[in-house]
């Protein structure tokens, strides 16, 4: 309840008083809301920051692992030339796998 007047003479100092009474209420109601804005702002960003980092450390330490177990198997594979090694060459020429030298290839009819 709002206080009543004392007397006539008062009535402009408590008009005032109750209007600004008022715009102070409305104005620390929109201080809190734009509070909340803001902490729900930096909320967001930093859990979107942090994901984002977690993310990129998984896919680097990914690419690194991947690399690294590239790089065992590679020590264990047997080392290719120019034309491939001896699996390869017969998987993509069948009927020459056994060639050496001055031999010629089969005849086929057609």
Known sequence: ????????????????????????????????????IVTSIVLIGCITFASTGMCMLVLITGAYLLRWLKSINADKVPKQDGSGTEGERQRLLPGLSGLSGDHEPPAYSA
Not at 3 to 27: F, G, Y
Request: aromatic content about 8%; glycine content about 0%; charged content about 15%.
């Open 1 to 36: 309840m709002s206080p009543t007047p004392p007397d006539i003479c008062n009535c402009a100092k408590w008009c005032a008083d109750q209007s600004l009474s008022a715009v102070q209420e409305i104005l620390r109601d929109v201080f809190y809301i734009l509070v909340a």
